[in-house]
Antibody
């Protein structure tokens, strides 16, 4: 059974870059599916950030697209989130997720436990 | 963006009774080429990540008890829990995947009366 585990700093200063990694076990990323990030904050609820495939196909939410990159490292069986120029509104619990593999199956069957990231000086 | 609106915000139900959660989308989630509604439901228990319960409006994931059922079409959807159990205390979210950006409802909290 696939398991996802987020890691990264819990505190990031405003204007700096948020970087998180998700380690995947029980499934090889190179076998397929899409790998992505969703965040949850009290003010905005659940917010889809984006997802990517090891082939390079990716989709991002328009409101964050200019600041977000999601990359996959098949050699380490992990994927990463980079969010630049953060502000307090980026404070949230960040979940790494697996999206189904079908073209139109844009829902999420596996979730990490989530990691809280606070943006503050 | 497709706005997803859930109601009620919270719900208290006696053990063994029925809970019904509503989800309304800002536009139809019914794709004409395959006649399917692009809607999923998730359960988030306290302190846990969301868990996929139902996809394609009414298809339960493996391991999801059959007391959970989903229905609806177009812009109006429901999640029904028949015979509420203590372990069903959670927040429930709907999610549309008809178009990007993928969007979620604000959640409905279910607890025991």
């Amino acid at each position: 059974q696939v398991q996802l585990q987020e890691s990264g700093p819990g505190l990031v200063k405003p204007s700096e870059t948020l970087s998180l990694t998700c380690d995947v076990s029980g499934f090889s990323i190179s076998q397929g599916f899409y790998w992505g990030w969703i965040r949850q904050s009290p003010g905005k609820g659940l917010e889809w950030i984006g997802h990517t495939h090891h082939s390079g196909i990716a989709a991002y939410t328009p409101s964050l697209k200019s600041r977000v990159t999601i990359t996959v490292d098949t050699s380490k069986n992990q994927f990463s989130l980079t969010l630049t120029s953060v502000t307090a509104t980026d404070t949230a619990v960040y979940f790494c997720v697996r999206r189904l593999s079908g073209y139109d199956e844009q829902f999420f069957d596996s979730w990490g436990r989530g990691t809280l990231v606070i943006v503050s000086s | 963006d497709i706005e997803m609106t859930q109601s009620p915000d919270s719900l208290s139900v006696s053990l063994g009774e029925r809970a019904t959660i509503n989800c309304k989308s800002g536009q139809s989630l019914l794709h004409s080429f395959d006649n399917r509604n692009y809607l999923a439901w998730y359960q988030q228990r306290p302190g846990q990540p969301p868990r996929l319960l139902i996809s394609w409006t009414s298809t339960r994931e493996s391991g999801v008890p059959d007391r959970f059922s989903g229905g609806g079409s177009g812009t109006d959807f429901t999640l029904t829990i028949n015979g509420l159990q203590a372990e069903d205390v959670a927040v429930y979210y709907c999610q549309q995947y008809f178009s990007v950006p993928l969007t979620f409802g604000g959640g409905t909290r279910v607890d025991i009366k």
